[in-house]
């Protein structure tokens, strides 16, 4: 069974900093990496997507990197603004497509 | 594009009642939808998955007669937690695929439900 694990759970940063956020997963046997943003009381916001053949994807200011053969995923946020705060999931899916999710990393830009 | 709404966003009400919830793909057919469970700062759990037209495959551990998934169009889903008790209190999230590899899956912005 397919375990993830985000760390931190929480992290408060103040704004320009970057951010590094970490996910683990434990079969490595992955179809693809997602991160998601989630607002608090809110659904979730696609940020970015690995296929497993990839290494890394940037968006703007995000950038994630994979490395599946040590079940490590890394997103960096650059230069942080309080519009960052929120929770980032990361999830894997295997062949079918159901994803597992980590717990989320909360996070809190302070202004 | 992609969007996927979902209502109501709020629901409370008292022990023993059925809830219905409702899941749309706006501009895209969604041939799968998943459904998710969130309790306070955990991860999002899977359900059930659904694909349009045939019965929801069910996750170990969620009970098909409790919640009830219907799919019957390629932009409708929805969810309904029969005789729902306190224990059912939770945050419900939909999501929403199309046909391909790849694809991604695209949220919608939940349910509070809380019963008394």
């Known amino acids: 069974k397919q375990e993830v694990t985000q760390i931190p759970a929480a992290l408060s940063v103040p704004e320009g900093e970057n951010l590094v956020l970490n996910c683990s997963f434990t079969d490595s046997a992955i179809y693809n990496l997602q991160w998601f943003r989630q607002d608090h009381g809110k659904g979730l916001t696609s940020l970015l997507l690995i296929q497993s053949s990839q290494r890394e994807q940037t968006s703007g200011r995000l950038n994630a990197s994979l490395d599946k053969s040590s079940g490590r995923s890394t997103l960096y946020i650059a230069a942080s603004q309080p519009g960052d705060s929120a929770t980032y999931l990361c999830?894997?899916?295997?062949?079918?497509?159901?994803?597992?999710f980590g717990a989320g990393t909360t996070v809190t830009v302070r202004a | 594009g992609a969007v996927v709404s979902q209502h109501p966003s709020r629901v409370i009400c008292k022990s023993g009642t059925s809830v219905k919830i409702e899941c749309r793909s706006l501009?895209?057919?969604?041939?799968?939808m998943f459904w998710y469970r969130q309790f306070p700062k955990q991860s999002l759990m899977l359900m059930a998955t659904?694909?349009?037209?045939?019965?929801?495959?069910?996750e170990q551990g969620v009970e098909k007669d409790k919640f009830l998934i219907n799919h019957a169009s390629l932009t409708l889903s929805t969810l309904t937690v029969t005789s729902a008790h306190p224990e059912d209190s939770s945050f419900y999230i939909c999501?929403?695929?199309?046909?391909?590899?790849?694809?991604?899956?695209?949220f919608g912005d939940g349910t509070r439900l809380s019963i008394l």
């Open positions: 501009d895209f057919q969604a041939t799968t």
């Open positions: 999501s929403a695929t199309h046909t391909g590899s790849n694809q991604p899956q695209h």
């Open positions: 999830a894997v899916g295997p062949n079918d497509y159901k994803l597992s």
């Open positions: 659904s694909n349009e037209g045939s019965k929801a495959t069910y």
